[in-house]
């Protein structure tokens, strides 16, 4: 079985600072793991993936996310938060080699960049 | 289009009647999804549907929730006698071929409330 634990439901952070976004997943096989932003009355867009390569996993807008396997963690970094990086962000797992075809989604993070 | 539309972008219905809603991917994708998103629940699982073969229902909440896509392409998520906590965003998703570390791309999702 799979889960995906968003360790914090709302991060606050002053512009110019580091951002990390805690993500801890449980999965019985090699998952493949996302970072979906969402933006108010947006659509849900990818930010960064990993699939069993690099550890550290380089995505849009500067966010970086780092596996640790033996930790079962995936979270999402940024040197600097922007004010346009305030959204709700979420850590998916996806199990296809099991035969599930469904997106596991966390239950998301509400990041507040303030001035 | 460019991108996955959905239609209505909103709909408000009376408890007990049936809705439609629609989904249109991106021309080519093969694999289409449907969420919902709900306030307190996140982003759930209700069906898949990978080219010629059979939907992944399983995420399906009740008899009452039905979808079909014709041709391939386009996709009705139907909900009979719709109930309140029916009430929620739902979201439609294509991808290119549908593998486990294929990007998902989103609507922007249809709002349904039950009144």
């Known amino acids: 079985a799979q889960s995906v634990t968003q360790l914090d439901s709302h991060v606050s952070v002053s512009e110019g600072t580091p951002v990390l976004l805690r993500c801890n997943y449980s999965?019985?096989?090699?998952?493949?793991l996302f970072w979906y932003v969402q933006h108010p009355n947006k659509g849900l867009q990818l930010l960064l993936k990993y699939t069993s390569a690099a550890t550290l996993v380089k995505g849009i807008n500067g966010f970086e996310a780092e596996f640790k396997k033996s930790e079962t963690y995936f979270h999402l970094t940024k040197p600097s938060a922007h004010m346009s990086d305030a959204a709700e962000y979420f850590c998916v797992v996806s199990e296809w080699d099991t035969g599930r075809r469904a997106l596991t989604f966390g239950s998301g993070t509400r990041l507040q960049v303030q001035p | 289009g460019a991108g996955v539309s959905q239609s209505p972008s909103n709909k408000v219905t009376e408890k007990g009647k049936d809705v439609e809603l629609r989904c249109d991917p991106i021309?080519?994708?093969?694999?289409l999804y449907w969420y919902r998103q709900s306030l307190g629940q996140g982003l759930e699982f209700l069906i898949y549907f990978q080219g010629n073969s059979a939907p992944d229902k399983s995420g399906l909440p009740s008899d009452r929730f039905s979808a079909e896509r014709t041709g391939g392409s386009v996709s009705t998520l139907t909900i009979q006698r719709t109930q309140q906590e029916d009430s929620a965003v739902y979201l439609c998703a294509s991808s290119s071929t549908g593998g486990g570390n294929t990007e998902a791309f989103f609507g922007q999702g249809t709002r349904l409330t039950v009144v």
């Open positions: 021309s080519g994708h093969t694999a």
């Open positions: 999965s019985s096989y090699s998952p493949s």
